[in-house]
């Protein structure tokens, strides 16, 4: 069981929310509830949508650091069309179609032009951020109509109308990573160069990567602006970096071609949990990225640790094995 | 005569306006094999890598099954039964040895199982689907590749140096799957330096020279002289072995029952001037030792005297201070910074030496001395070590390991990937190294260049030392030691 929990990192994010969740929960009374679940669900659906959206990115071997860029250019795209009168489901239409326009323009700089993927979408997330200030006059986009509001409140069984939206694309993005087209998007980022020798579209993964990566900060954006009716500057700016700590403590590997989707979920739950937790222990909200931070490091070294030493005990396994078997061997000999 | 499989015809290729091919001809016929000989930047990959699609040619046609490649994709030339095995298997290390084989293919792996499975019983290897792939040992990888071409029905297997990373043992065992391959009408394209290798299973033999084909026809026609003649003219064989020397040199490494992962109770002696031979099949621990002496791995009993004082190293930096340099097997992993230029190369391992302000013009200098005293051909010291020839390559690591003035080196697997000419070269830098007084331990699957260089071969099997030998003994008493106790210790 231990052992278990050693190897696996989602195991082991998972004992250690839980044992947050109970922890706080004995200090504050009334933090255990289905309120409190309901609510960190629907608080952690902007960052979910996120971290779901670079996740197949960063299994290609690449990074997309603009995702809080594009969440803003989709929400105002949103106000701005619902703002001139459009119907909602046609302005949700253009939100999904200026993020995965964004997403296809860091796609088409990565695979198209080769550009490594941190430079291309370094360049995106000050690119797309500008175009936003620049639709908007640099102000905020207020009085967001009461349709969109409701997509963001809470209808069924407590769960918003996104929160199951999300629900939805966690199950797509699971099924998907079980599927043949799912696993190249596995190996380009596990052996680039085999891949391509196999004949895979290396090209067409990866482009195709960041273009879903577009439409999940678009779904980001308009929960966003669902969720508080107005679309300010500043928008998911940083909400990236949360995505990749999220994604990096479910254990999902920058290196490419490690990571499952549960963990991405974990991750990110634990990242909320602890958010919400501080409301709970009245501690300001200021130190939310400061314990966010050292909860990230504290899980990183203690899963490190584990495993580097389950490693040294496997390898001492291992020789000790072959060395009796040439002893055994050496003893047949003998008696032969 | 047999149907022709594959047909390159009047092939040209330039990188960046330099002709690599120049008009070639090549053919693969069903049930042959093919030899495909020549020096390190001849032309070979590149021609192989056009065949199978990896690389367009810049004139030319190709033709597979009598059609045309196009497009000049990989995924059309698997499609039309063709296969490349690349040097270095490709592998995808997290995922499993089935996923491995069945990536790219039309359907999900599950619906393959049952092939791959009939395939490993067929090849004859233990080997389980659900195997991670990370944990693979190099043979096992190379089979995993030859798996994906026979999987994908491939008529053509284009085995690019197949041979390099394996022992006798796996090579014998790689020649009886080709073997059989032809014999089922496969077409095979065998590339290699090694010509015994070459002669033992090829049907006809191409050498290719600057990007032309100087000489194809029947193998049995060719005598070895002629081929080796028509690769790289004014090398016409291996130098001789030197005949027996004298070695005088106090003793400068001594290890008394030395244990570690992998290898147990290990005695050697090494004086100063001479060359050991250390060889074995794989699994034998040679590595292993290797590593163990300069503090890359933990040791776990035994000592090691170095110069007349007990040593134990914490790690490679302070074996170097104490004289003890190490050359690993793998050059392009962990030998040579590729993308830094030679100069910098050269200087890596006395890096603690050098000035707290670096003086380039001084490194430069240094890295002159040694291109001309071991012959490495390059554009200048500013070159980026990634862009020489594999012979090249070597050579500059010698100088990076000489720079450290070594008293003891140990040289593993020094010749693997290099073609004749820089193998001529290497042999004699070492040997000079020995006459100046340096200990060398010489680790090497080659039996012949063990027998060639070393003035004792000791023998390793299973982790333990299997015998002593005298140098200038046959290489076939070597070779039937290490087999012998290799086998007995995998009983």
Known sequence: MLDRIARDRVATLLVVTIAVFLLVGAVAPGFLSARTATSVWSSGLVLMLVALGIFPVILTRNIDVSGGSILGLSAVTLGLMLNAGHPLWFSLGGALGAGMLAGAANGALVAGLGVPSIVATLGTLGLFRGVMLIATNGEWIEELPEALKALGAKSIGGLSVMGIVTALVICLVWLFLRSRRGRW????????????????????????????????????????????????????????????????????????????????????????????????????????????????LIVLLIDGRLRIALEARDRAARYRRSSHKTDAAEDQGGAA | MSTVLAELSDVSKSYAGIPVLKGVDFTVRAGEIHALLGGNGAGKSTLMKILSGLVQASGGAVRLGGEPLSPATPAQAQAMGLYLVPQEAHIFPNQSVLQNICIGMPKAAGAYRQRVEELIAQLGVSLSPDTKAATLEIADRQIVEIMRGLLREAKVLILDEPTSALTPHEVSTLFGHMRALRAAGHGLV???????????????????????????????????????????PGVTALDARAGNREITGAPVLELEGLGGEGFVDISLSLRAGEILGLTGVVGAGRTELAETLVGLRPRSGGRVTLAGRAFTASGPREAVRAGLVHLSEDRQQYGLFLEAPLFWNTSSFVFGGLPFLLRPGREKTRFDEYREMLGIKCAGPEQPAGSLSGGNQQKVLMAKCLAAEPKVLILDEPTRGVDVGARNDIYRIIESLAERGTAVLLISSDFDEVVRLSDRIAVMAGGHLAGELAGGAATDDVAELAFEAGEAAHA
């Open chain 2, 190 to 232: 065998f590339i290699s330096h090694k010509l015994h290798e070459l002669r033992a299973v090829s049907d006809r033999i191409t050498v290719l020279r600057d990007g032309y084909v100087v000489l194809g026809e029947d193998m049995a026609a060719s005598a070895d002289h002629a081929i080796l003649a028509a690769m790289s």
């Open chain 1, 185 to 296: 998007v596995m190996v380009v980022g596990d052996n680039r160069e085999a891949a391509r020798h196999l004949g895979l579209p290396v090209k067409r993964v990866v482009f195709l990567s960041f273009v879903w990566g577009g439409a999940m900060y678009a779904l980001a954006g308009i929960t966003f602006a669902a969720q508080i009716g107005f679309v300010p500057n500043q928008a998911g700016s940083g909400i990236e970096l949360r995505a990749i700590a999220a994604l990096v403590l479910g254990g999902v590997s920058l290196l490419g071609g490690v990571g499952t989707v549960a963990g991405t979920v974990i991750g990110v739950i634990f990242f909320t949990a602890i958010d919400t937790s501080l409301v709970f222990l009245k501690i300001p909200a200021y130190w939310n990225d400061l314990i966010g931070g050292a909860m990230l």
